[in-house]
């Protein structure tokens, strides 16, 4: 298995709601990480997982908390978003840190109503 | 602190005619640089890096440290080729390794 697979590919939530996102690779990857992709801009760092532990936040509001219960999945809760949180969600994995290629995932396009 | 420009928002070429896409960097330690690319409805991918020399599709890109640019070429463009492309530069920091992408730059490829 050469990829990364990210489900629900849609996800449709109200303000109030509780979701999560998950993303899966079976590359035997030690980095896992969240980026937000907003149309037409470039992907945004959000969270980088090495080895299981989380190494990066970046300033990312506590509304987005990640999970990385093993080295094959990362998981992305969301809990109280704004409208403004609505983008496509990459997940992304490599070998290890240094210098190592990126694999991403399809996404996860959000839309907070 | 790391940054990587393109200055094209947008670039349109007819087909069989050469290609570059810019890209500049500002990074104070050695750089890691990729170029990414994605087609209409699917998924980031990597093109090249400048580490492995490679030709992918067509396209090359020499990393001048003088002049801090990465800019990616291809001598005859495909239709096939039209696509968002991001530079992208590979750095450490705060004990982990991360990318910074440019803003990308749409290719659209005319028959």
């Known amino acids: 298995d050469t990829e990364v697979t990210q489900t629900p590919k849609h996800l449709v939530m109200g303000m109030t709601n509780k979701k999560s996102l998950k993303c899966e690779q079976h590359?035997?990857?030690?980095?896992m990480y969240w980026y937000k992709q907003k149309a037409k801009k470039p992907p945004e760092l959000m969270f980088v997982y090495s080895y299981e532990k989380l190494s990066i936040n970046e300033s990312v509001p506590s509304r987005f908390s990640p999970e990385c219960p093993n080295s094959s999945l990362l998981n992305l809760h969301l809990h109280a978003l704004q409208p403004e949180d609505s983008a496509l969600y990459l997940c992304?994995?490599?070998?290890?840190?240094?210098?190592?290629?990126?694999?991403f995932g399809p996404g996860t396009r959000l839309t907070v109503l | 602190a790391q940054r990587v420009t393109q200055p094209e928002k947008l670039l349109s070429v007819f087909k069989g005619a050469p290609v570059e896409l810019k890209c500049n960097y500002s990074y104070s330690g050695s750089p890691e640089l990729f170029w990414y690319v994605q087609y209409s409805r699917q998924r980031l991918q990597l093109l090249l890096r400048?580490?492995s020399r490679e030709s992918i599709k067509g396209f090359t890109a020499d990393l001048n440290k003088g002049e801090t640019s990465f800019h990616l070429k291809k001598p005859f463009a495909q239709e096939e080729d039209s696509a968002m492309y991001y530079c992208a530069l590979g750095h450490s920091g705060a004990g982990s390794y991360q990318l910074t992408f440019g803003k990308g730059t749409k290719l659209s490829v005319i028959p």
């Open positions: 400048h580490i």
């Open positions: 992304a994995s490599s070998l290890g840190l240094a210098t190592d290629t990126q694999y």
């Open positions: 590359m035997g990857h030690r980095a």
